[in-house]
């Protein structure tokens, strides 16, 4: 994409509650969206992904949810707990290429 | 553990040695990529090999030497290095193009230049 890029840098959940990261994107021709979790000292894991035709798709305590008008992708964890601590990326391949920008990043961090 | 397993995790080297990273995955995947990731930075990336073909050169500096041997392997040759080059270096693949299909990435190699 030609900008993918986070709200916050870092957010603190007490234990127990929901996570919302935030992610927006500029490239209107964008119809594949992805989220990572990297935790320290490990390469970015693949969390969800969703296509432009999808407004909502589930996982395992994620949901990505996608607002197309407003170019804006959000990751939601439920009940948060401490191995959620981890950088969230969200991505936004390019489809005229083979080439996968990642955005800033999120640093979600856990209250005891 | 990953499925992508990248050697060595740790790798300090001096600006006249020549060292090689290596990646390999058995996932069957038809691309591989290399990234940089700074510290509190994004990855960033560097090269793209799909088919054991390079696809795609960040414009990455020539002291970077990437090789696909097989469609489970790559390498990053390195040869005078620059101190600001230390980084991590993630390996990734994916089942076909990254528009299509996520990427799998390794733990990386951590990559300290003195």
């Known amino acids: 994409g030609e900008s993918v890029g986070l709200h916050l840098p870092t957010l603190s959940v007490q234990e127990g509650d929901n996570s919302i990261i935030n992610c927006a994107y500029s490239?209107?021709?964008?119809?594949?969206f992805i989220w990572y979790k990297q935790e320290s000292g490990k390469g970015p894991q693949f969390i969800i992904d969703?296509?432009?035709?999808?407004d909502k798709r589930q996982g395992q305590r994620v949901t990505v949810l996608l607002n197309k008008t407003v170019k804006h992708l959000s990751l939601q964890i439920a009940a948060t707990q401490p191995g959620d601590s981890a950088v969230y990326f969200c991505?936004?391949?390019?489809?005229?290429?083979?080439?996968?920008?990642f955005g800033k990043g999120t640093r979600l961090h856990i209250l005891p | 553990d990953t499925e992508v397993t990248q050697t060595p995790k740790h790798l300090v080297m001096g600006m006249t040695n020549k060292k090689s990273l290596k990646c390999e995955q058995h996932?069957?995947?038809?691309?591989m990529y290399w990234y940089k990731q700074k510290a509190k930075k994004p990855p960033e990336l560097m090269f793209v090999?799909?088919?054991?073909?390079?696809?795609i050169n960040e414009s990455v500096p020539s002291r970077f030497s990437p090789e696909c041997p097989n469609s489970s392997l790559l390498n990053l040759h390195l040869h005078a290095l620059q101190p600001e080059d230390s980084a991590l270096y993630l390996c990734?693949?994916?089942?076909?193009?990254?528009?299509?299909?996520?990427?799998?990435f390794g733990n990386g190699t951590r990559l300290t230049v003195t």
């Open positions: 990734a693949s994916s089942h076909g193009s990254s528009y299509n299909s996520p990427l799998h």
């Open positions: 490239n209107s021709a964008s119809d594949y």
């Open positions: 969703i296509r432009s035709n999808m």
């Open positions: 991505a936004d391949p390019d489809p005229r290429d083979d080439k996968i920008i």
């Open positions: 996932m069957g995947h038809r691309a």
């Open positions: 090999y799909s088919y054991e073909k390079l696809s």
